[in-house]
């Protein structure tokens, strides 16, 4: 089974005590996340790597090619 976007989040900033340090919660609140919160996504993406609309596709829609920014 593929990883999910939140579980590929955790592996690239390096474990949940790894990304919990990086933005400044406890490890115990990731593990009980079965989605990226809301209010987390952006510190999530940026120490990660992971992009805002694979975390949580119902609130950022993904870019469309050749979209002006």
């Known amino acids: 089974m593929e990883p999910t976007a939140l579980e590929r989040a955790i592996e690239a ?3 949940t005590k790894a990304l ?6 406890s490890s115990q609140a990731i593990s009980q996340w079965q989605e990226c919160p809301p209010l987390r996504v952006l ?3 940026k120490v990660s790597g992971v ?3 694979e975390l949580r596709p119902d ?3 993904a870019p469309v090619e050749g979209a002006a920014a």
């Open 43 to 45: 510190e999530v993406e």
């Open 51 to 53: 992009p805002r609309h």
């Open 59 to 61: 609130i950022y829609p």
């Open 13 to 15: 900033a390096g474990g």
């Open 20 to 25: 919990s340090r990086k933005i400044g919660i």
